[in-house]
């Protein structure tokens, strides 16, 4: 009955996830939770609380007792865009709310379990205050909620997770290139199913290593690309596939305040069903992280690294999809503009009470431009015509953790 009165507490805080969750890797989020996230991304192979849940199911099988945390992340996206070659005009979609909540709790000696949400993913822009005559007053919106129960279990020197996985996405696309389509910028939603699962093995005292694959969950929402794609001749499949993710991470207890953590991940974006036809890449994301523990505080620090995952198409030739090359780029360009490389991450936490804590990160990405041949979504000559887009990220997270 707790467990249920949890769970539906945390659909209830779900409803409030931000419409435009912006992102870091492409358009997922770097991490869940304040600490994680202060320690550049990385959790794979640390325990950081109930939301660990996030980052690899098996590490939850380190949870000790019962524990609840839930965080706020206020997110500052800076993106510009000229449009068709104009003067740059900023996205007023700048500023985001993103909520995460989580529950874990030790059931025995060697099972654990817990239930999570956040908002993990999203991608938005808006152009409709450009100028009309340079611009396609481009308006994207989407948005992913995922509800995760997981179980875990423990031995003496490993562990391993489960976690089905419940998906809610949102996606809505409008723009107007001398033709409206969709001026309402009314949204379609989606909900479909996935699972993450991991494991760690504790190699000595102080080195853990462990692994997690999560899932790709196949999302389609209406006829938000294929409408998209027809007002310029094109056509786009409606579905959007959430990726496969594949990680690998490292945690070394180097003395006993300081610990460094290591991750790598694989977001498999060429795989995924309309990722791939829009000439997304497999993204390759290396992040590490320190954290110096003292007795009823915390500071950490971290680096988060991954490569661009749009392809640019030439012009003038046809995609492997059947799309013009320009077009492919222009709506990756300016509606999707996922191009963040580097993510700079400082935090730290503080016990108010012997059971309460509260944490905070900051995020600092710099800024990254990306300049693609638009000339085919003109039917120009290959090289007449560009589309620049700017991209850097700012946010702030706080969260708060009580064991009980």
């Known amino acids: 009955m707790k ?120 991608m938005g822009v808006n152009y409709t205050g450009a100028n009309p005559a340079t611009h396609v007053l481009a308006k994207t919106t989407l948005s992913i909620l995922k509800v995760v129960p997981t179980i875990a279990y423990n031995a003496d020197n490993y562990g391993v997770g489960f976690s089905p996985v419940l998906q809610y996405g949102s996606l809505a696309i409008s723009y107007n290139n001398g033709t409206a389509v969709n001026a309402a910028h009314n949204a379609n939603t989606d909900t479909n199913f996935g699972y993450n699962l991991g494991g760690y093995y504790n190699i000595s005292p102080t080195v853990t290593a462990a692994a997690a694959y999560f899932s790709p969950i196949k999302m389609t929402y209406g006829t938000q690309l294929s409408a998209a794609g027809t007002g310029f001749g094109q056509t786009f499949a409606d579905q959007l596939e959430q990726p496969a993710e594949i990680k690998f991470g490292v945690s070394l207890l180097a003395s006993d305040s300081f610990t460094v953590t290591a991750d790598y991940r694989q977001i498999q974006w060429a795989k995924a069903g309309g990722y791939k036809a829009f000439g997304w890449k497999n993204q390759n994301v290396v992040a590490i992280g320190g954290k ?31 799309n013009n090359g320009g077009i492919v780029n222009m709506f990756n360009n300016l509606m999707f503009p996922a191009v963040i490389k580097n993510s700079y ?24 431009t990306t300049r693609v041949d638009i000339s085919d979504a003109f039917a120009l ?24």
């Open 3 to 122: 467990f249920n009165r949890i769970t539906v507490s945390l659909l209830s805080a779900g409803m409030l996830a931000s419409p435009l969750a912006q992102a870091t890797n492409g358009d997922t989020m770097m991490a869940v939770g304040s600490q994680s996230t202060a320690m550049g991304g990385t959790g794979v192979a640390h325990f950081v609380g109930a939301e660990s849940t996030f980052a690899n199911p098996a590490m939850l099988a380190k949870t000790k007792g019962r524990e609840l945390t839930g965080g706020i992340v206020l997110f500052k996206p800076n993106v510009t865009n000229d449009g068709m070659s104009g003067a740059a005009s900023s996205s007023s979609a700048n500023t985001n709310y993103i909520p995460d909540v989580s529950y874990s709790s030790r059931i025995s000696d060697s099972l654990s379990y817990g239930v999570a949400m956040a908002g993990i993913a999203g």
């Open 345 to 368: 991450t400082l935090g730290a936490g503080y016990s108010l009470k012997t059971n309460l804590d509260i944490e905070g990160s900051i995020v600092y990405s710099p800024k990254v």
């Open 381 to 404: 000559a290959p090289g007449s015509r560009f589309n620049t887009t700017t991209h850097s990220q700012q946010s702030y997270s706080v969260s708060l953790r009580y064991r009980f």
């Open 292 to 322: 110096y523990a003292a007795n009823g505080y915390w500071l950490g620090m971290g680096y988060n690294s991954a490569n661009n995952p749009i392809s640019e198409y030439a012009n003038g030739v046809l995609t492997p999809y059947g």
